[in-house]
């Protein structure tokens, strides 16, 4: 199990991580949802011991990693934003020291490095150089070190980063598939990422968390607040502008000639009819208006906006 | 518990066999024994020229052992860059690379990641300086040495490395740039070089003086190369190895609280 109590770190002044709090239950899977510079990294690293914080403390099973570094990293595995892998290795080489620095010895090695190379589908790579390897497999190969000594805490930072659309859904099988033997954590600001994968999210929105829940409860805390669909023919950009002076209308955002807007909460029912009145006034060119279902884009645009 | 020796073997182990991996390695040694070779070829060839003409002048004709401290002492300018070049990479690369994570994640104490990338460094330089022994069996071949005196010099050698090693690889602890980890390692071994010479401007005499030429590696140095192997001596090198461990030790360890 892991606990985190409230964190804070500064760089330089700037206060990057604010009052961090939160816990993960034994065999659940959390996704760590922000921005790029939301604090995702920077809690991460935190987490594992590479770097400390201002205040607060981070408890894996119940060892603090600052007081007994040795006991909490014991439990833990750390797949970085960027792999920590040394490329002028050859791939079994490679895991079998991390293997080596996190305790294992003997006939355990080998075994526990023949595990990881099947589960990760490395075997075919196992003699080259790292450093001549694709990205994907890299990607494998730290993924591959993070697992070599089945810890039952797993920290993967943005683990499908930089890889092609095959090579994600790959590596989001295996995550699931690690679901229950150990307690992830994973971050991430590919918004399905996280829908699919985790049973629990966390938004973290410059340095502070600002959402905590299961995807459900997240979507279902927006129900109150109904987002619709507008597509028309012709200048989008200029209807979004007219839709932000209109009463009860939140955030109106333009995607691919696609504008979705929210109603605020207590908005007049007629607020609909208005939307309608000025895209065929306007001459914009009506194609469809429709109820959205939510999702945790919804979610993510509204607490971080 | 697990022995942390093993750790530190470990890390040891890889830092050595990735100092060959690259050509990093081989050019180590191709210019240690390509400069330390033209050193002894030339102070060779005067000291064979002094020998013939010695009868002559009506002098003594120069020793061995002279030519061997010439060449130790020259040695010593050899690792001004050799030396950096060794360390520069030891912890900046890993900063950089952010492999340095791979470490500090593991289940080990930060004092065996240092002495695992110490032991690697001193693995290194031990060779290069075995290597070069390829001299004193030369020198024993053709000529009549004391062997007593040049084994003491080349321990005077590896006490000197050991402690330009420590001092390095606490630089190169210190950034992710190899190109200031190297810069600041020379700087700091010339400082210590030359320490004896500026020693008197420096503090202008009385006790101050004193230290300053105790810190200094030329007078450790020169004593070995003499064959006068004395506690003094080697208690410094050891003490000053030991301060710029634990300096390294410190350093990594605060990544705790920073």
Redesign the interface.
């Known amino acids: 199990m892991l606990e985190i109590n409230s964190l804070a770190k500064s760089f330089g002044g700037v206060q990057v991580l604010n009052d961090i709090s939160f816990k993960v239950e034994e065999g659940q899977i959390v996704g760590f949802l922000g921005a790029n510079g939301a604090g995702k990294t920077t809690t991460m ?1 935190i987490l ?5 914080a201002d205040r607060g403390e981070v408890k894996i099973f119940g060892h603090d ?2 007081a007994e ?3 909490a ?2 439990k ?1 595995g ?1 797949l ?1 934003d ?8 050859v791939v079994r080489e490679f895991i079998v ?2 293997a ?4 294992l ?1 003997g006939d355990k090695i080998a075994t526990r490095v023949a595990e990881v190379l099947s589960k990760l589908e490395l075997h075919s790579v196992e003699h080259r150089i790292i450093g001549n390897l694709s990205k994907g497999y890299r990607q494998r190969v730290a993924l591959a ?1 993070a697992l070599v000594h089945d810890p039952k805490v797993l920290v993967l930072d943005e683990p499908t980063e930089g890889l092609d659309p095959n090579q994600i859904v790959h590596i989001r099988e295996l995550i699931k598939s690690l679901a229950g033997q150990h307690t992830i954590i994973l971050s991430s600001h590919i918004l399905s990422e996280v829908e699919q994968v985790c049973e629990k999210i966390i938004i973290i929105h410059k340095g502070t968390i600002v959402r905590e829940g299961t995807y459900h409860n997240l979507v279902e805390e927006m129900e109150s607040e109904r987002s619709y669909i507008l597509r028309v023919e012709r200048n989008a950009a200029k209807l979004v502008s007219e839709l932000e002076g209109v009463d009860g209308i939140a955030v109106p955002r333009l995607e691919s000639n696609t504008i979705s807007f929210a109603l605020r909460q207590g908005a007049a029912a007629d607020t609909t009819d208005k939307v309608a009145r000025k895209v065929l006034d306007g001459g914009f060119g009506l194609r469809e208006l429709a109820l959205k279902a939510k999702t945790l884009e919804d979610v993510f645009f509204q607490v971080t906006k | 518990m697990r022995p942390s020796f093993a750790v530190t073997w470990t890390i040891a182990r890889r830092d050595f066999v990735s100092f060959f991996s690259s050509p990093k390695g081989m050019a180590i040694f191709f210019f240690f024994l390509i400069f330390m070779g033209f050193f002894f070829h030339s102070f060779l060839e005067s000291f064979i020229n002094m020998q013939q003409r010695a009868p002559a002048m009506g002098g003594h004709a120069p020793q061995l052992e002279q030519l061997f401290r010439a060449l130790f002492n020259n040695t010593h300018f050899i690792l001004l860059l050799i030396i950096p070049a060794v360390t520069m990479a030891s912890f900046a690369e890993e900063n950089k690379s952010h492999s340095i994570r791979l470490l500090l994640t593991a289940p080990i104490r930060p004092i065996s990641i240092v002495l695992g990338k110490y032991l690697a460094a001193l693995m290194v330089m031990s060779l290069v300086l075995l290597s070069s022994m390829v001299i004193v069996l030369f020198t024993a071949k053709y000529g009549n040495p004391d062997i007593g005196v040049l084994l003491s010099g080349y321990l005077g050698l590896l006490f000197l490395i050991s402690t330009q090693l420590a001092i390095g690889i606490w630089i190169s602890s210190m950034t992710k740039n190899q190109f200031l980890a190297f810069m600041f390692t020379m700087l700091v071994l010339f400082l210590l070089l030359i320490l004896n010479w500026i020693a008197q401007t420096l503090s202008g005499g009385g006790m101050m003086e004193d230290l300053l030429m105790y810190l200094a590696f030329w007078g450790h140095l020169e004593n070995m190369v003499k064959g006068l192997i004395t506690v003094k001596d080697v208690a410094y090198f050891v003490c000053l190895t030991s301060v710029f461990l634990f300096f390294t030790n410190v350093v990594l360890d605060s990544r705790r609280w920073r």
């Open positions: 690293d594992c011991g590479c770097s400390g990693i600052t570094p040795l006991a990293k014991a833990l750390y970085p960027i792999p920590p892998l040394h490329t002028e290795m020291f991390a080596k620095l996190h305790g010895r070190q």
